[in-house]
Every structure is written in structure tokens, then in C-alpha cells.
């Protein structure tokens, strides 16, 4: 039986540095009904992404700042309770940009259904969908990887960077993360065949740390994070390096940021390429992620880690544990059962 209110999360202050849980509200609304050609919605699980914080200020940004009182969105995958709709059926899975929200209502524009035989629900929020697609486009585009040539992943226990790292080591690399405990990364290389990891928390001096890993230089480096982790591998950059600039979550807290980095006349000498981008321009290339990775997964080449947070109310919580380090792999809310 359909409930007769829809929670969701909204956004209620906006943070000038780090967000808190004050900066969300659970609210109540009554329950959205399905017009003619109409489908009802039920959220299982959601997404919470570094990138979020950026709309929870008031500025110019790829994606558009979150309202205020009004609820928060981003990527999430539920099933079809009701339909009113010619080609879309009770029963069907499907993704959504509508995450935040226990049901929703849609024309069926912007939803994807969704093929359980191929990987279980989660896997099309991680490993198949966007941090999957984000970590192959940005290796397999920009950093353009050789066999034998060195990958440095940062945050590379997380959603993106443990991806990245396996890709990497299928298309021949030497490959090197860096994460923020002694058990991250240890499941780094004892789980996912990185060849070293460095804790950047306890290292000392990332420099060495990072030469010692890299004896023979960085040809790719995929960045995640920012700060003391990119100074210190712009010093370890070999000649005609390239950067996949994916985001740089360790500053995005701070503003004004901090000053750096420091060592960008290394990409000078060294004619190094850095590229940022954002995955939303590529949309074109999924099919072609989803049969080369989808193919990595089935042969089971390709390993995907979640850590789920329960219940909608807590997803400011799992959202803020995403700054604090406390994923491995992709961070997801459960706010239902997958079936019924």
C-alpha cells in the first residue's frame, strides 16, 4: 500500500564553510498522484556526491544551485509503482536525477530503465553509472594510459578512484593510490590489485613517499583531491604527463581555497596536459563505457565496493561523512526494500 505522505530533504540554510546537519530538513508533503501519461516513483537508493556542495551555495556552477526550502536532487534509482504511462510499467526500475525523496512523480523524461540481469540496483549509482563512467572517460580520454606506463590515483578508496585504479591495471599500468587510513589502503592493493598505496594522513613527506612508490616517474595522474597531494606529485611528473582533473574535494570547504599548488612550473618543462571535465558533457560515450566496463564487470575484472547509509533522514549524515572520509567506494542511501 502506496503511503499517504512523501518525506523528503530540503535544503535549509545554505553553509559558508563546512556543511552541518542544521543545513538540512526532513519535511512531510502529501503524497504526488500520477496524471494521464504519468508514472509514480519509489526511490530505493540515492546518491550523495562530493560535487553537492557546490549547489549548496548561491553562485554560478556546472550544475545549478539546490532552492532554499525546497528539496535537494541528484542521481537516484527506484521502481515504477504506478504508471499511467504508454511504454513505462509498474514493476520497471529505473534512474532518476530526482534522488533526495522517498517518491516522485514524471512524464518519464530523464528516466532510464534500468536491467537487473545485467548488475544488481546499486551497481548503475557506482560501478556502472556515473562514477564509473566519470573514473573511464577521464583515464581512457585524457589520461590516455600506455602498458607499462605509471597511474597515480588520489582518493582512490572512493566511488571514482577505486574504479579508475582497476581500469588502469587492465589496460597494463603500474598503478599507485593514495588514501586516508592504513585499512583503505590495504583493500587497495590486497582487494582491488592496486601495486602500492600511501596513507597521504601519515606518510610525512608525500614527496618521498610518492617517489619511493614511483621509481620510475608519473605518467597519469588521476586527480581526485587537490592540495599537498598534487604538489606532491607535479614533482614526480614524467615528460608528457597528463592530468584527468576530476575534482578536488579537498578544497572544496575552504574559500577562499588555499593558496596553491605550488609546483605548476613542473608541467612546463615537462609539456604536462591537464584537462579538467565534467562527465555531463560526454553523455554521447555511455554506451560505450556501459559495453567495455559492463564487459570488465561480467568477467568479473572490474570489483565495486558500497557503503550504505539507511533511512532518508540520514542522508545529510552519509553526505557529510563523504568530507570526513568515511566511504569506501560509493557512498549510497537505502530509503527502501528493492522488491514489493
Not at 546518491?47 to 550544475?63: C, E, G, L, N, T
Not at 597528463?242 to 578544497?251: E, K, T, W
Not at 565496493?305 to 569506501?328: D, H, M, S, Y
Request: with cysteine; charged share 20%.
Amino acid at each position: 500500500m502506496t503511503p499517504t505522505v512523501n518525506r523528503q530533504i530540503v535544503l535549509a540554510s545554505r553553509p559558508p564553510a563546512m556543511p552541518t546537519a542544521d543545513n538540512f530538513r526532513l519535511e512531510e508533503r502529501p503524497m504526488p498522484e500520477p496524471g494521464p501519461g504519468e508514472v509514480l516513483v519509489r526511490n530505493i537508493y540515492m546518491s550523495v556526491d562530493p560535487y553537492m556542495r557546490s549547489r549548496m551555495r548561491d553562485r554560478k556552477s556546472y550544475a545549478p544551485p539546490w532552492k532554499l526550502d525546497e528539496p535537494c536532487d541528484g542521481r537516484a534509482v527506484g521502481r515504477i509503482v504506478r504508471s499511467n504511462h504508454p511504454t513505462l510499467a509498474a514493476g520497471d526500475y529505473v534512474s532518476s536525477m530526482l534522488g533526495w525523496r522517498e517518491f516522485f512523480v514524471s512524464s518519464g523524461q530523464g528516466l532510464s530503465r534500468l536491467d537487473l540481469s545485467v548488475a544488481p540496483l546499486p551497481a548503475y549509482l557506482g560501478v556502472l553509472g556515473i562514477p564509473g563512467f566519470t573514473g573511464w572517460y577521464g583515464l581512457t580520454e585524457i589520461g590516455r594510459p600506455k602498458a607499462g606506463e605509471t597511474l597515480v590515483v588520489s582518493g582512490a578508496a572512493g566511488a571514482t578512484g577505486s574504479l579508475v585504479g582497476q581500469m588502469g591495471k587492465i589496460l597494463g599500468c603500474r598503478v599507485v593510490g593514495t588514501a586516508g587510513t592504513e585499512d583503505k589502503c590495504a583493500h587497495l592493493t590486497r582487494d582491488l590489485g592496486f601495486d602500492a598505496a600511501i596513507n597521504y594522513r601519515t606518510a610525512g613527506d608525500l614527496y618521498e613517499a610518492l617517489r619511493r612508490a614511483c621509481p620510475d616517474g608519473v605518467d597519469v595522474y588521476f586527480e581526485n583531491v587537490g592540495g599537498a597531494v598534487l604538489d606532491a606529485v607535479l614533482r614526480c611528473l614524467n615528460p608528457f604527463a597528463r592530468i584527468p582533473l576530476c575534482g578536488m574535494i579537498s578544497q572544496y570547504n575552504q574559500d577562499p581555497p588555499e593558496p596553491g599548488p605550488r609546483y605548476l612550473f613542473q608541467m612546463v618543462g615537462n609539456r604536462v596536459r591537464m584537462q579538467g571535465f565534467i562527465i555531463s558533457d560526454h553523455y554521447d560515450r555511455y554506451p560505450d563505457f556501459l559495453r567495455e566496463a559492463g564487459a570488465w564487470l561480467k568477467a568479473g575484472r572490474l570489483k565495486h565496493q558500497e557503503t550504505i547509509v539507511e533511512g532518508l533522514e540520514n542522508a545529510p549524515r552519509a553526505f557529510l561523512g563523504l568530507f570526513k572520509g568515511e566511504n569506501l567506494g560509493k557512498m549510497l542511501v537505502k530509503l527502501g526494500p528493492e522488491d514489493g
